[in-house]
């Protein structure tokens, strides 16, 4: 996914002339923290968060260009950069907001910490026997029932207990993507599990193939 398909296009931006006050009173209007400041050209000059706001109508700043932060303060990324990149910056920094910038460094979207959390909502609500499905698809050859043996015989193996293709593929259609992460211990444990299958599934085939 590039951040030109996580980035929300429904977005205001301000012009350096435009008006402390006004601003403020926009803000408040779209229930927006952060805005974008650009010049005629659409391109990216500063930005302006609600914190500055407080501190200009304090300080009596009549303009925006005199509370916004720097072009060069402004973390952005490229529409198509991975979609990814906006995640990190946005949680490594505490980002509410992240603007997404063409090749003219010309604001087209906002990456929004809410999107993020929507976005991985629906991934978390994901049936794990689609993951298996798509996982099937890459494996070229290998049927559903192949791909279940060799997942319980890993699930066996990981937990102590045993537990058939059958059992196994059960659980994996009443499962979600979040409620499997929970149950494996994390993500690059599950991560690493399904590896685990794709390997064994293959040497078994390899195996097979050799008698």
């Given at each position: 996914m590039r951040a030109k398909e996580l980035m929300d296009k429904d977005f205001v931006y301000l012009n350096c002339d435009d008006s402390v006050v006004e601003v403020s009173k926009v803000m408040e209007e779209i229930r927006r923290f952060t805005c974008p400041v650009v010049n005629e050209n659409k391109q990216l000059v500063g930005w302006i968060t609600s914190f500055d706001i407080t501190r200009g109508l304090r300080n009596g700043n009549e303009k925006i260009s005199e509370i916004m932060s720097g072009y060069e303060e402004v973390a952005t990324v490229n529409e198509n950069d991975p979609a990814r990149l906006a995640v990190i910056l946005t949680a490594n920094n505490k980002f509410v907001t992240v603007p997404v910038v063409n090749d003219n460094n010309q604001v087209i979207g906002m990456v929004r910490a809410c999107d993020i959390v929507e976005l991985l909502s629906e991934l978390y609500d994901i049936k794990v026997s689609k993951l298996y499905k798509a996982m099937q698809n890459q494996l070229k050859g290998v049927?559903?029932?192949?791909?279940?043996?060799?997942?319980?015989?890993?699930?066996?193996?990981?937990?102590?207990?045993?537990?058939?293709?059958?059992?196994?593929?059960?659980?994996?259609?009443?499962?979600?993507?979040?409620?499997?992460?929970?149950?494996?211990?994390?993500?690059?444990?599950?991560?690493?599990?399904?590896?685990?299958?794709?390997?064994?599934?293959i040497a078994r085939r390899v195996g097979r193939a050799r008698r």
């Open positions: 049927t559903w029932e192949e791909l279940m043996a060799a997942s319980a015989l890993v699930s066996t193996k990981t937990t102590g207990k045993k537990i058939t293709a059958e059992e196994y593929e059960a659980n994996i259609m009443n499962s979600t993507f979040g409620e499997a992460i929970w149950a494996t211990g994390g993500l690059e444990k599950f991560f690493a599990g399904l590896i685990s299958v794709g390997e064994l599934v």
